[in-house]
């Protein structure tokens, strides 16, 4: 059953369906990764529905998964600068009643900013900075999409 949800939630990340990734989630499940950092209850839902809704290019590719754990790989253009990106993510799963209730994507954040910023990422993709300034800047991105939502809804 676990096997099968990782299954559908990358299958449906692929076709940028935020709207089906989201509808994957506990209402108090929680998501973690190195750019957005913690996000709790709709906040994983609209992130899944931002990302999917901006990407031109995306392609997703579950590499691997079990019950618990999934290898994907994400290439697509990063918008802010244009420049190509190969994301290779290592993702931990808990669930119940069907649902995701936890999820952790792990990646090498100075390899992301090597890609998707150039130079910058390669000098300064290490520092914690860099790591906050890209986070900050996602997550109010990520505020304002939610405000957006809010507003139509």
Same mark, same amino acid.
């Given at each position: 059953?676990?096997?099968?949800?990782?299954?559908?939630?990358?299958?449906? #990340?692929?076709?940028?369906? &935020?709207? %089906?990734?989201?509808?994957?989630?506990?209402?108090?499940?929680?998501? +973690?990764? *190195?750019?957005?950092?913690?996000? /709790? &209850?709709?906040?994983?839902?609209?992130?899944?529905?931002?990302?999917? +809704?901006?990407?031109?290019?995306?392609?997703?590719?579950?590499?691997?998964?079990?019950? /618990?754990?999934?290898?994907?790989?994400?290439?697509? /253009?990063?918008?802010?600068?244009? +420049? *190509?990106?190969?994301?290779?993510?290592?993702?931990?799963?808990?669930?119940?009643?069907?649902?995701?209730?936890?999820?952790?994507?792990?990646?090498?954040?100075? =390899?992301?900013?090597?890609? %998707?910023?150039?130079?910058?990422?390669?000098?300064? &993709?290490? /520092? *914690? #900075?860099?790591?906050?300034?890209?986070?900050?800047? %996602?997550?109010?991105?990520?505020?304002? #999409?939610?405000? =957006?939502?809010?507003?139509?809804?």
């Amino acid at each position: 059953m676990s096997a099968e949800l990782i299954e559908r939630f990358y299958a449906a #990340f692929d076709r940028r369906d &935020g709207t %089906a990734m989201a509808a994957m989630y506990a209402p108090d499940g929680h998501f +973690r990764d *190195p750019v957005f950092g913690d996000l /709790t &209850g709709a906040e994983a839902g609209a992130m899944w529905r931002m990302l999917t +809704r901006t990407a031109r290019d995306l392609k997703v590719e579950l590499a691997e998964h079990d019950d /618990t754990s999934a290898h994907w790989i994400a290439t697509y /253009t990063f918008s802010a600068t244009g +420049r *190509p990106v190969v994301n290779d993510v290592r993702a931990t799963f808990r669930f119940a009643d069907g649902l995701i209730v936890d999820h952790v994507d792990e990646f090498s954040f100075w =390899k992301w900013s090597r890609q %998707a910023l150039g130079p910058k990422g390669a000098a300064l &993709g290490w /520092t *914690p #900075f860099l790591r906050k300034k890209v986070g900050g800047t %996602a997550k109010a991105g990520l505020d304002k #999409f939610i405000a =957006k939502e809010r507003a139509r809804a």
